[in-house]
């Protein structure tokens, strides 16, 4: 089982990774304080760095969905709209 830290931190990677071809808005970063545990699986919501670091809102993405991380192996991925729309109606999104 992965505690908080060693779930972040594949979070991060995979986020890194994934983002590469994504072009400009490839400067994202996972957001600590937003991040929680469902189901045994760690979701850790992001956003761009010049939204988070410096508050330009024209860079805030929208419609990006949170890494998920499997608690019991470590395997990454992101959740889909089904999912997403479940924790947004449990009040965790």
Known sequence: MLDREEAERGAAEFLAAES????PSSRVRIIPEYCFTDRGW???PY????????GREDMQLGGNLPVAVDLTNGSCRFIDWEEADDLMERGLL
């Open 20 to 23: 590469r071809s994504w072009g």
């Open 42 to 44: 760690f979701i850790a």
């Open 47 to 54: 956003d761009h760095v010049d939204y988070l670091d410096h």
